[in-house]
């Protein structure tokens, strides 16, 4: 594929792996290529991963690294992405660059829709997009930037006031782009003109290509291609390769003949006609979308019914990447019921013209079509050429309707195709055609339903006939594929309900209609809409009296921003091979329990390619990570106790060959009981790790028996894959002196990693060397498998005498290192009438999977968060870690935190249901109000801050007033319902391990003035080093651009602290900040005596007379502990407070819901960089939007983990962020413990995302009550589309057949 030969061919790093099968897209990049048939040149962007590189042959190819550089000039694109903020990490930028580069290359105006649409397919796990539209929206027409341009919302291209409401001291300005490049199409690249010359030559050929493993044959005619085919019957046939493609790299699958079709102009072509539309096969989804979107303009809305629907799955179907790749043949013949056109063609009558050299034939498009799971009855010598979509008279009218994990760029679950032909001036029904995708394994037709439906008017009375029909055709079978049996079916239901809504408006809009619809009920036909999110930020200004020269405080973009931007910013994988490098792969166990009985690497070793097999016996020192007392085997030895352990490795000369061959270790097992993955059955089996922990305040039983009301409940919470972009992996390089080994490692503990591979090799640590530059996100996950990892490269190093790389690709990544943990909270809560809270009971049990890795400290942090903000007197907190047969859970931001806290969130929720209090009341009603609270352990804060956050968090999201007017919405829209909520939280920083508070730094000033700066932090996107080079540059009072921060080194800063937390600035910049000074106080005598020295001066006068020009510096920070015994203790070293308020809207007949407005206020004290604390604040609560409403991990009943990719695994994308996210940073809020008053922001975020969860049940309880139903439901997190569809009981959902069902073997269990 282009992204392989592009990284390691040409050596054009700029361009990302990320998943490797589409769905990411840091692999964009733009083609350009004349097509004949337009007579033009088109740009357009592809996703490299699955882009064929003997495909592109007469196509130019732009990376990023061709539209612009830090070495000659920026691209326009590049430095405004850099200057808004919107590269944190960088791995996806530039992705980012490129989608937004093509756009402009084709619309050099954009409008904010159509940025909306080019990102829409570019995954950002950093950022929460917001800051990459403010930078791309500045090239949009002055007239469409904005949206929402009037009133209080200022215009969105000019990124706010310096200074805000009357406040002199405030700001809402984060970036200045008054100087940026203006766009200049002139200066973008040509087409190259031998290109345009192949192009128009007229000449057509086939063209051969020869690898290994694979023949490829590409033809540019028709008859050329059937000719092929009759000899080749057998050879697989691509056009956009969007189906093949992610089958051939990321199963293996192999097809020793290909054939390209793409370069056939007879398959591209697009006839219109009175009756309809021929759409050659070869067309693409985008093409298709541009010419139907131009019709419906041209034919009116009523001959345009079907090309409106098919417009309208269009634009959520894929990304435009894929779009422009993938045909309408490929996405028919593919035969997924999952693809959504299917469906809808069907519907509307479709037919398909066939061709082969014994002829051509027309097949109508339906179910018969199909014959089963990706199968169909074309020939194998058969090529479609070309699909006929008919145009609708004034009475046929036309459906589509689709629903995904995520709105956006995601396979659907169910999607739907609806047509009803009626009599004219009538509403009886001469034909119906409905066709279900997604409830089946192939495409069903409701053939009976539509059958029985025929004759009969369109109106209530049939649609119950109509429903109990169709219900009898959607049955899902037995733990069907996909899961989800209840949900699916009703969906299914409610598409039809929906088309008859629609229909029956329809009839109205034509007089016709007996049928009365309640106004209410009109509410199922609205459909969400996807804006670009929007928000305003504010923080407080520098104080007049601080120097200009001083960067602290103020809003610089992250160091790096221009290089991620560029593509020049070095990634580990990035780096080139080392001579003789050889690439590593993982052999895993594919048993949960079991005993290894044998290993037989031979077909492994007989693979071309193959250098070695590496398992436990290979390992010169100890097989084994220690963390603490925890052990956990490097490969496994005796015994497997998940799916995904590392029992080998493969080593071979490249990626692919080590990748195969790590396929064919065969290993043999004796299963072994007992065998289980759910906290629940860990319950049962009293399967916990040790310790156990325990708070508890006050007098808990007696106080239960002095309250008003108890209530007992549960709250489940699933966990969360981390996704960082760049996966995990290492470069080891084994140096030819006394065994030292030098390791390139995306860690986020570097002294870790070499603290493992030193035990692994028997080594000294002194002799392994650690280098991270920086991290493509961490996230947490890159603390402890990395070592693990790491280890086992150094083996095979070592073993090899070689270099040796490992590259985890997505799905091992998301195999072996596992995510946040499972939680489960068990309560029992005492309360008076208004809401007042004595007394929680609460006992956590987290899945931790098979080793305890961090589990316990992270349920240790998430007991110490069971107060958040709320003073309740007696409160008892029991954490149980249970061990089950899961791969290994560990840290992810938050650390436990988010989990401890949305229990007692939950808790109040119920509260306040219970008592018929707004839930804001009495959350209230219970927070710490006194100066000197004392929390459940015992720790003395202030609470103040935290209240200030409160307040303005509600008077600033208007809540009242919205909170009334989301009343009213609800009273008047029965299928959609409103939900808002708003919580506060108090979050401790800092290690409650106290001996990790401590950080160093070393910084060497060089004679010419330049100063170097390392630390023990490593720079994950979160800004530590901008920071630093904040800091150094403030106390050595030279400029940010004469300080470099060029890697974390373990051979420079040793025994460093995983940068984690929330406290890598805190640590790191008191240790520069420290360096700083020694060096200033060592200066201080040559600047008293040349006072009017330059800094380069003084530093060579400095050195004449030996002073040194290097210090270390060191942070000790107070030592932090709890008392587990006890039960207190201070745990953290401060506690950061802010306050969030969200809005959701829910579709009651789907689940699908849309985050409406978000409004935190954070408190991050006097903020070192407000645009980087603003940053990670949005990134950190769009993290939360994916962990409370979308994120899934689904494991079979066996265990095993299906959710491995990002087609699977769905984290926001764009259309998740809310419409409105405002963040503002509290002013006026000082912090006495951490560096020139600021606070940790990283973890605390991530929370807030549990207002989304807590709105959406709102607005769910709201629709219950409306139909008579509790609004005390059970709804575990993420609310789900299917969770909240089923938690909207209704008619539909009763009526779904497995509903009905008893229990069953489940596709997916909630682990
Ligand atoms: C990340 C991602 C997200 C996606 N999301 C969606 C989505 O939301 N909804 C959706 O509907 N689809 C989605 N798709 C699927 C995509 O639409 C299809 O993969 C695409 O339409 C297939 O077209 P193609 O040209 O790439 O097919 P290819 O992969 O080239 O071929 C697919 C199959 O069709 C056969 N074929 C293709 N053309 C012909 C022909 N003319 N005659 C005979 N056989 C032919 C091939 O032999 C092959 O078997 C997604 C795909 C990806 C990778
Ligand atoms: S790496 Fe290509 S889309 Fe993810
Ligand atoms: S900046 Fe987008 S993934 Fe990190």
Redesign the pocket.
Known sequence: MLLGYLRRKVGLTGTKYGCG???CGACTVMLSKYDPLLDSVLHYTVIAC?QPICALHGTSVVTVEGIGSTKTKLHPVQERIAKAHGSQCGFCTPGMVMSMYTLLRNKPQPTMEDITEALAGNICRCTGYRPIIDGFKTFCDATDCCQTGDGEQKCCGSNGPSSTNGCKDMSEKLCDMENALPLDPTQDLIFPPELMLMGKSHESHRLYFKGERVKWISVEELDDLLELKAEHPDA???????????KMVLKDAHHPLIIY?GGISE?RTIRWTDQGVTVG??CT?SMLKETLEVAERRLGPERSRVTQALVTTLRC??SKQ?RN???I???I??ANPK???NSILAAAGCTLQVISKDGTREIPLDENFFAGFGKTI?KPNE??QSVHIPLTGPWEFVCAFRQAQRREF???MVNAGMKVTLKEGTDGVESLRVFFGGVGPTLIQARHTCKELVGRPWREEQLEDALMLLREEIDLSQGAHGGREAYRETLALSFFFKFYMHVLQELREKDVCISDIPLDHLSALKSFSNEAPQGKHSYQLVAEAQSSKDPVGRPRMHQASYQQATGEAQYYDDIPPVRGELFVSMVTSTKAHAKILSIDASDALATPGVVTFICAADVPGQNRRLWFNNVEELFAEEEVVCVGQIIGAVVAETREQAKRAAGRVRLTYEDLLPVFFTIQEAIEHESFFNPKRKLERGDVDKAFEEVDCILEGEMYMGGQEHFYLETQGVIAVPRPEAGEMELFVASQHAAYTQEVVGTTLGIDANKITCHVKRLGGGFGGKVMKIASLSAIAATAAHKTGRAVRCVLDRSDDMLITSGRHPFLGKYKVGFMKDGTVLAVDMTYYSNGGCTLDESSFIMEKALLHMDNGYRIPHMRGRGLVCRTYLPSYTAFRGFGGPQGLTMIESVLQEVATHCGQPAERVRQLNMYRDEESLTHHGQLFCPSTMLRCWEECLDKAQYHTRRQAIQLFNAHNYWRKRGICAVPLKFGIGFSKGFYNQGAALVNIYKDGSVLVSHGGTEMGQGINTKAIQIASRILKVPMSLVHIKETCTGNVPNAAPSAASFGTDAVGMAVKDACETLMNRLEPVMQKHPNYSWPQLIVEAYCQKISLSATGFFMGAHTNVDWEKGEGNAYYYFTFGACCSEVEIDCLTGDHKNIRTDIVMDVGQSLNPALDIGQTEGGFVQGVGLYTIEELQFSPEGVLMTRGP?QYKVPALSDVPTQLNVHLLPDSHNPHAIYSSKGIGEPPVFFGCTLFFAIKEAIAAARRERGLSDRFPLSSPASAEKIRMACEDHFTKMAPSAQKGPRRPWKINV
Do not use: H
Request: glycine share 14%; charged share 5%.
């Open positions: 099968g589409g769905a699955l697989r046939l691509i056009v956009g390769n969007t189906t093949v493609g992610p079709a398959l096969a070869a989804l179907l894929a894929i790749m993938a045909t043949g490929g996405n013949l593919s693809y959504d056109l074309l090529v479609l995601a396979f659907s087609s």
